[in-house]
């Protein structure tokens, strides 16, 4: 039973370019949440996804943009990349109501 | 912003010692969790601790919670090498009918043989 996957697990780009991440949740998961964690400091939420609609947002600005297809896997694009947005990108899968989330192993992005 | 305020930021304890981590956070919560996170790697779940519940254990580690006092502590017993790894508390909060995880800054734990 495969756990969260997340793709690539590290990326350089440069400032102004754009990013997309990769997420596939665990099996019989359909809701998928993207965090980001700077270094040293905890994930902060980004979005959410359920049914293929963002239904809940965090304070990140629309340059942070994401979709859901319907085999429940995500992505996470990032445009017009900031050295600020470089980070640990962490999506995590869980079922409804109050369940532990499940982790991929992030996506490390570095903007030069 | 977050919700959740770990103490201490950092821990440097003996094999074989206990550790205890803190965690307050802010506004009225539904549970409270607890996150271990191996360096640069993704989170893993530890424990689930309801509004209503005041102490959970699972194996060596203990969880209580104050909701009047709106904290939480975890500890780990008899601490072994593989404990080292950073612990975040997160508050699961409703919004609009669904719920979401905000973390805390985290506690970097090191276990020393």
């Known amino acids: 039973d495969a756990g969260v996957t997340q793709s690539p697990t590290h990326l350089i780009k440069t400032r102004g370019q754009q990013v997309t991440l990769r997420c596939s949740p665990k099996?019989?998961?359909?809701?998928v949440s993207w965090y980001q964690q700077a270094l040293g400091q905890g994930p902060q939420f980004i979005f959410q996804?359920?049914?293929?609609?963002?239904?809940q947002r965090g304070n990140f600005p629309d340059r942070f943009s994401g979709h859901q297809f319907p085999n429940y896997s995500s992505e996470l694009n990032v445009n017009a990349l900031l050295l600020g947005d470089s980070a640990l990108y962490l999506c995590?899968?869980?079922?409804?109501?109050?369940?532990?989330?499940?982790f991929g192993n992030g996506t490390r992005l570095t903007v030069t | 912003s977050q919700q959740g305020e770990e103490d201490p930021q950092a821990l440097s304890i003996q094999e074989g010692e206990n550790a205890t981590m803190n965690c307050s956070y802010k506004?009225?919560?539904?549970?409270l969790q607890w996150y271990r996170q191996n360096s640069g790697r993704g989170l893993v779940h530890l424990i689930l601790?309801?509004?209503?519940?005041r102490e959970k254990h699972s194996g060596r580690l203990r969880v209580t919670l104050d909701t009047s006092k709106k904290s939480s502590s975890l500890l780990i017993t008899a601490s072994r090498a593989a404990d080292t790894a950073s612990y975040f508390c997160?508050?699961?909060?409703?919004?609009?009918?669904?719920?979401?995880?905000?973390f805390g800054a985290g506690t970097r734990l090191a276990v020393h043989p």
């Open positions: 995590a899968s869980g079922g409804q109501g109050y369940s532990p989330l499940h």
């Open positions: 506004t009225s919560i539904n549970n």
């Open positions: 601790i309801r509004s209503n519940e």
């Open positions: 099996s019989g998961h359909d809701t």
């Open positions: 997160a508050t699961d909060k409703i919004s609009g009918g669904y719920n979401k995880l905000i």
């Open positions: 996804y359920y049914e293929e609609e963002e239904r």
